[in-house]
């Protein structure tokens, strides 16, 4: 008997600098309900998804940066989604920027929770691979200054029990990296969820940045399949503020396969009946890694390739 876990993507199209939260969660209720009305019991929104893409722009006053942090989750901007999914029995993920304060210290993350269909958080990830600079970088029509606005994330990549199955959280640049998925893998995680904004153009060079969308793909089908996982990709794309994003949200199977794509670079609901189980094919074949995976040899071939010289 397999577990059919019926799954939304909730695609955004643009935020505009001038939106409020309240604006960005009307929407997102929309698509909630959307989702919910074709079956689902979970949606999985994108990164940053309250509010325009702020690491474009160099903010000097401490006060405006602040404003695009949430202090607590849920807020009251955003218990009408906590709200709305315990009504309609949904869970949901959603990305945002956060801000804390520990021992003191005043932190900021970009952050993701985990929501079950009783509107209770479930799990909490804090991005790790975080791009771009930490400076402002000249002759950039736009910046990318994810590293002076958050810290690396200090939770790892846990994963949490819940929609019947073992779910992992990943944040857009995070999906690049094979450690991402191979330390849930190392879990048995079943889903991965991964909100983006990706902007064209972040890399200069026109050759790689005309690959962002097919990169943006190979990244994660190759992290389902390696790790036999299913993996939610969610965008904010489009226009915004001058700015064009990446879309193609997606739903890819454990078999590395996409089963749903989105079409659009607007507000875009896509849908797939998961098959909880069928990564489990992968893993007890292809990747059983009790069975095949080889740890123990690994720092024998660095050493004999010469790929790590010593000091």
């Not at 079956?39 to 998804?49: D, S, Y």
């Not at 009783?118 to 590293?147: C, D, M, N, T, W």
């Not at 939770?155 to 990296?177: K, Y």
Request: glycine content about 10%; aromatic content about 10%; charged content about 20%.
């Amino acid at each position: 008997m397999t577990r059919k876990l019926i799954t939304a993507a909730a695609q955004m199209g643009p935020i505009a600098k001038s939106e409020t939260r309240a604006d960005a969660v009307v929407r997102l209720l929309e698509m909630m309900r959307e989702a919910k009305g074709r079956g689902c019991e979970l949606v999985v929104f994108t990164e940053l998804a309250l509010t325009t893409f702020f690491p474009r722009w160099v903010i000097e006053d401490e006060a405006e940066l602040d404003s695009y942090y949430e202090t607590e989750m849920p807020s009251a901007a955003t218990q009408p989604l906590f709200d709305e999914a315990k009504r309609l029995c949904i869970g949901f993920y959603l990305g945002f920027a956060e801000l804390v304060f520990e021992n003191g210290v005043k932190r900021r993350y970009n952050t993701s929770v985990l929501v079950n269909p009783s509107g209770q958080i479930i799990g909490k990830y804090r991005k790790v691979h975080l791009p771009g600079h930490a400076e402002p970088q000249p002759g950039r029509a736009f910046q990318h200054l994810e590293k002076r606005y958050f810290e690396p994330g200090d939770l790892g990549f846990p994963v949490f029990q819940g929609f019947g199955g073992t779910m992992g959280m990943a944040i857009c640049n995070d999906r690049r990296w094979p450690e991402t998925y191979r330390v849930m893998g190392l879990q048995g995680v079943e889903m991965i969820m991964l909100g983006y904004n990706t902007p064209f153009g972040h890399v200069g060079d026109q050759a790689m940045d005309s690959l962002t969308l097919f990169h943006n793909h190979l990244s994660m089908q190759a992290g389902a399949y390696q790790n036999a996982t299913w993996v939610v990709g969610t965008a904010k794309c489009g226009n915004e503020e001058g700015s064009p994003m990446g879309g193609q949200s997606v739903i890819i199977a454990p078999s590395g396969e996409i089963v749903a794509q989105a079409v659009t670079v607007e507000d875009e609901v896509i849908t797939a009946a998961c098959d909880m189980d069928m990564g489990k094919l992968y893993k007890d074949t292809i990747f059983d890694f009790a069975a095949h995976r080889r740890p123990e040899h690994y720092g024998l071939i660095v050493e004999r390739t010469g790929a790590i010289q010593p000091d």
